[in-house]
């Protein structure tokens, strides 16, 4: 089976610190897209960061960065700076191409602190 | 429209009762995808839609699930004698086709949050 493990049900990070969410996945496709998305307390899914599986080169985006290691099937989500906005629910995710379903993780829950 | 649309916002049933959830995909996006989120956060895919057409529907309990994408309608989702496991937020999300190695992101709707009582 496919899968996605989230390790970290929560994490707490002080606010313009740093924190790491970590994720693995299994899937034995070569190809495939990997993602992170944001949940705030709304429901509403907010992408952050995505990463094609065949590009070597981690994705970023402002205060948001992933450490894509292939091999390792690892998916981590690096929040600089972070801010009071940023807490939330984060899920990895992936699929496997144009109109395969995603595959979530059990996400984890980010608290920021003063 | 440039947003995934999804009515309604809340809808509450008692057990054995019908639930019909709908959702307006952004426009141009052939693909119709609807997950169920438990109370645990966890996501379950049900169905997958290429325009009106099931692409994949591995996800669905069949007996008392189902789903249309019809022409010029909003999509829907049916669940007939609802049961209280059914209680969860319905996502409908929409994508692009797109040729080539792409990321074919798929874009959400606010949810419905359907509660059995």
């Known amino acids: 089976a496919q899968t996605v493990t989230q390790s970290q049900p929560e994490m707490s990070v002080q606010e313009a610190e740093t924190v790491t969410l970590s994720c693995t996945y299994d899937?034995?496709?070569?190809?495939?897209?990997l993602f992170w998305y944001k949940q705030p307390p709304s429901r509403q899914m907010i992408l952050v960061i995505r990463q094609e599986a065949y590009k070597q080169q981690n994705a970023t985006e402002n205060r948001f960065s992933v450490n894509f290691q292939k091999a390792a099937k690892s998916f981590s989500l690096k929040i600089s700076d972070s801010q009071l906005g940023d807490a939330a629910m984060y899920f990895c995710?992936?699929?496997?191409?144009?109109?395969?379903?995603?595959?979530f993780g059990t996400g984890t829950r980010l608290q920021v602190t003063l | 429209g440039e947003e995934v649309a999804q009515t309604p916002k809340h809808l509450v049933r008692g057990e054995g009762q019908k639930a019909k959830l709908y959702c307006a995909p952004i426009k141009g996006h052939s693909y119709v995808f609807w997950y169920q989120q438990v109370l645990k956060n966890e996501f379950k895919f049900l169905i997958s839609?290429?325009?009106?057409?099931?692409?994949?529907e591995t996800g669905m309990p069949k007996e008392r699930f189902s789903a249309k994408c019809l022409p010029n309608s909003p999509c829907s989702l049916e669940i007939q004698a609802t049961k209280l496991e059914d209680s969860a937020v319905y996502f409908c999300?929409?994508?692009?086709?797109?040729?080539?190695?792409?990321?074919?992101?798929?874009?959400f709707g606010p949810g419905t949050r359907l509660t059995v009582l």
């Open positions: 995710a992936y699929h496997t191409g144009t109109a395969s379903k995603l595959t």
């Open positions: 899937t034995s496709e070569s190809d495939y897209y």
């Open positions: 999300a929409s994508s692009l086709v797109a040729s080539g190695r792409v990321s074919n992101e798929q874009f």
């Open positions: 839609f290429q325009n009106e057409n099931v692409f994949d």
